[in-house]
């Protein structure tokens, strides 16, 4: 009976969390936040920035050379190290096309984080869950990249085997 009891209080103080939580939300003006009054940092999330709305958002992956070192450092496990194989993974794999380059970001972005030559862009992510009581929840999604000499030379993000999860709206 205590097993029991216990067994079914732990199910349920699980389950509280996803429930109950609060939603990650996108910033009002996500440009915003690519910015710094530092000068050094300012220019590693302008780098950051370009990759997100000009390659990830846009699909322009011929600008790849202007943002991204040659010998890429990668630690996605579904692309290979290198800016080739970066671009071959969304043209070719992922099978992205180009679309304008808007003025301004148009993925939802949370927030950005910059800390020496590190940048970190955090998106809101919904996650579709048929055994969710609301059949999805909210959690975040992030990029991380290295920058030097003003291109990114190594990248994390949380990604998982033959995942590529949709971030736009």
Request: with cysteine; glycine share 4%; net charge negative.
């Given at each position: ?6 067994a ?39 780098v950051a ?36 194989a970066?671009?071959y ?14 003025d ?40 991380t ?25």
């Amino acid at each position: 009976m205590k097993t029991s009891l216990l067994a079914g209080m732990l199910a349920a103080a699980c389950a509280l969390p996803a429930l109950a939580q609060e939603a990650v939300r996108s910033a009002a003006n996500a440009d915003a936040l690519f910015t710094s009054p530092d000068p050094k940092l300012h220019a590693n999330k302008q780098v950051a920035y370009h990759i997100v709305k000009d390659l990830l958002e846009a699909n322009h992956w011929e600008l790849a050379e202007r943002y991204i070192d040659k010998d890429y450092i990668q630690h996605n496990p579904n692309a290979r190290n290198g800016r080739d194989a970066v671009v071959y993974f969304f043209t070719q794999i992922l099978k992205v096309q180009p679309t304008p380059i808007p003025d301004k970001l148009g993925l939802p972005v949370a927030e950005v984080m910059a800390e020496g030559d590190l940048v970190t862009v955090v998106y809101p992510r919904r996650v579709i869950d048929p055994k969710h009581p609301n059949g999805s929840y909210s959690t975040a999604w992030f990029d991380t990249w290295r920058i030097k000499d003003g291109k990114a030379v190594e990248h994390w993000d949380p990604a998982l085997m033959n995942e590529a999860p949709k971030l736009s709206n």
